[in-house]
Structures are given as structure tokens and as C-alpha cells.
């Protein structure tokens, strides 16, 4: 009886401990949020995340990425006046002065330099409304349909806004690149002083999720009176990494460990595709061999949910023969398939086949021998 006892109490603590971490990322008091599945853009949580908000300084997010885009990173930066007399954070860039471009993107993010973003704009556009043409257009590609930039650094202005949702996605399609993802998970960085000055910056990043945050890799804050606090975090849990966005919310740090904590304890990455194994065994058609096995030429993951009364499957949809006609041709197109979490579309890869066939065909003997001369 005492046995009984003990396994229920145990079971209720279980039980509350599930819920507590379910309710965790309900209790969070930002005007706007989300939690994302980087490599998917899946949604693993959200509240009013489709709500058009000023984003403060997360919008050097997308001044950022867009400078590592354009493979200038080695260039030199002439300083501009206008850049050296930028309002709010700054590194105390001088008018004249030269660096290069990729500090100017450690300036950016660690210390969140407002005079590094615009000089890195006109830099590469000419001009910050120019800068402004090219973030929106990389926004609309991305599929973040409900924003609006007109600066590269985010103070405010009526007609520059996100979405809790778009920021997620700016954020996602920014950390799958491998330079941007370093810059934002770096602690401190120095970079030289105006030349001829004796002196260096030491830029120490402003995130403190690097610190408090276990797995902790990103990625930006941001203030405004007008905007609230914000901010976009990620983070690295067992090769997996999941983005957070808060907007307008008072207990940014908290809100955000909260929510990325949901994900990690709520869901999980599973391997989806196998790119090792065969997917089927096909038929062939006048061929050497009778049949062949067609491979998934990359691997796919997917974020489930683990938690709750939810079972959820991942659905495979396949577009493939069962008969094809030899030859065939190594790691050339066999079919492709597509994965599927719900109506949820996780990802696709073609499938290819791992070995040459020849034809038995007298007919194409003939042309492959006519083909040598």
C-alpha cells in the first residue's frame, strides 16, 4: 500500500512539473511572442505574434545578415559625418575615420552601434534609404510579409515594423548562416580605435543569455522608449536550435528562458529522413540489374511535441516510379519527398539513385557508339 502510495505521488509530481513548463510560456507577460524551430521555421509557440510592433534594435538583425550577403566583409569603411553623429548606443566612430567592414558588424551586434549600422548601409547602398529598399526586399523574399524597415538600426519611426512572427523568420533564415551565428554567439570582441589614436574598442555583448542561458548562442536586443524592451534569443540544446522573440516586454531575460525552456522540454528533433537508407527498391527496365534502391539525398529533421495529449506524426509524401528504364545514371533524380508535421510543411529532398545501370538495349549500344565518333 505504501508502494501505491509512493508511485502516485510521484506520478503527481510529474504531472505538475509537465505543467508547469507548459504554463511557463502561457504566463509570459510580453505584448508579443514566439518560439521557432530554426531549421524548419517551425512555430513551436506564439501570442499575438502576428501583431505590427516597433522592434527597437532587433532590426540590425537584418542589417547584418544583409552585409555578410554581400561578400564585402574585407572592405574598408570610410566614416561619414552623418554616421559619427547617430543618436542613442554607439561606439564612437569618427567622422573620417576607416575600419572594416566586418568589425563594423561586431560593433553592430555586440554593442548594438547605431553609427556602425548606418555607416555600414550607406557604405553598401549609398544611402540609408537605399539600405532600407534592400532590407525590405530581403524581407519579402524571406516571407516576412508583415514588415517595414526604413533604417538600418531601429530608432523609432512610424513607418518601421514587425511582427513577432516576421522577426522570427528574419531571425531563423539569418542564424543558418555560419558567419552571422558566429558574430552573435561572440562574448567579447576588440577592434582597432580611429588610426593614429592609441587605443582599441573592446565590445563586450550586450546579451546576456550568452551568460545566463544554458546553450545560449544569440542573438539581439533592443530599447526604445516607444518599442519596450526586446529581444530575440536563440539557443543550442543537443544539435538542435530554437529562436525566441519577445517585443515590448518588461521581463525580457526571464520571458525568454522561459520560452526557450518550453521548447527544449516540450519538443524534440527527430531525424525524419535517413540519407543512409534506402528509401524503396524500384524496378528496372532493360538493365543489367533487375532492381536498384533509390536513397534520400539529404538527411531531414523535424521539432514534435513530446508533451501533452498531443501525438504527433510525421507524414512522408512521395513523388517516385516504381518501374524505370535503364540506364541509369549515379546520384542522378530518382523522385523527391516531402515531410509533413500536420499541415505543417517541414521540408523536401530528391531522391537519387547510388549506382550506374546500363541498358541492354541494342538500340542504345548503337547511339553510344555512334556518340564516340
Known amino acids: 500500500m505504501i508502494l501505491k502510495k509512493n508511485n502516485i505521488f510521484i506520478l503527481l509530481i510529474i504531472f505538475v512539473f509537465m505543467n508547469i513548463s507548459i504554463a511557463n510560456a502561457a504566463d509570459i507577460e510580453a505584448k508579443a511572442?514566439?518560439?521557432?524551430?530554426?531549421?524548419?521555421?517551425?512555430?513551436?509557440y506564439s501570442h499575438n505574434s502576428s501583431q505590427k510592433l516597433p522592434m527597437a534594435s532587433t532590426t540590425k538583425i537584418m542589417t547584418v545578415i544583409l552585409a555578410i550577403e554581400s561578400g564585402r566583409l574585407d572592405e574598408i569603411v570610410k566614416i561619414s559625418r552623418n554616421a559619427s553623429i547617430q543618436e542613442g548606443s554607439s561606439?564612437?566612430?569618427?567622422?573620417?575615420e576607416k575600419i572594416k567592414l566586418e568589425d563594423l558588424l561586431y560593433a553592430i551586434m555586440l554593442r548594438s552601434g547605431n553609427d556602425a549600422s548606418v555607416a555600414v548601409a550607406e557604405h553598401l547602398c549609398g544611402s540609408v534609404e537605399k539600405f532600407a529598399e534592400l532590407m525590405n526586399?530581403?524581407?519579402?523574399?524571406?516571407?516576412?510579409?508583415?514588415?517595414?524597415?526604413?533604417?538600418?538600426?531601429?530608432?523609432?519611426?512610424?513607418?518601421?515594423?514587425?511582427?513577432?512572427?516576421d522577426l522570427g523568420l528574419i531571425a531563423c533564415y539569418a542564424l543558418r548562416n555560419e558567419k552571422f551565428a558566429e558574430i552573435v554567439s561572440t562574448k567579447k570582441k576588440t577592434i582597432p580605435g580611429p588610426e593614429g589614436e592609441n587605443w582599441n574598442r573592446v565590445l563586450t555583448n550586450k546579451n546576456k543569455m550568452l551568460w545566463q542561458f544554458d546553450g545560449g548562442d544569440g542573438v539581439k536586443t533592443g530599447y526604445t522608449k516607444k518599442a519596450g524592451r526586446c529581444l530575440v534569443a536563440s539557443a543550442t540544446r543537443n544539435d538542435w536550435k530554437l529562436v525566441s522573440v519577445v517585443l515590448n516586454c518588461g521581463d525580457m531575460w526571464n520571458a525568454s528562458s522561459r520560452l526557450l525552456e518550453f521548447g527544449f522540454n516540450n519538443y524534440k528533433k527527430v531525424q525524419a529522413i535517413n540519407k543512409n537508407e534506402p528509401f524503396k527498391e524500384i524496378s528496372v527496365i532493360k538493365g543489367k540489374k533487375e532492381k536498384t534502391k533509390i536513397y534520400p539525398k539529404e538527411n531531414l529533421y523535424a521539432p514534435i511535441r513530446v508533451a501533452g495529449d498531443k501525438n504527433e506524426e510525421i507524414t512522408i509524401k512521395e513523388k517516385s516510379y516504381d518501374k524505370v528504364k535503364a540506364p541509369i545514371i549515379e546520384n542522378s533524380k530518382a523522385g523527391e519527398l516531402e515531410i509533413y508535421i500536420g499541415d505543417f510543411f517541414v521540408g523536401k529532398t530528391d531522391l537519387i539513385y547510388k549506382e550506374n545501370i546500363e541498358s541492354t538495349s541494342i538500340l542504345y549500344h548503337i547511339k553510344k557508339i555512334l556518340k564516340r565518333f
Open 33 to 44: 511572442s514566439v518560439l521557432m524551430d530554426v531549421e524548419t521555421g517551425r512555430v513551436l
Open 137 to 165: 526586399d530581403k524581407a519579402r523574399s524571406i516571407g516576412a510579409n508583415n514588415t517595414n524597415f526604413t533604417n538600418p538600426h531601429g530608432l523609432p519611426d512610424d513607418n518601421h515594423y514587425t511582427t513577432a512572427y
Open 91 to 96: 561606439v564612437y566612430l569618427k567622422e573620417g
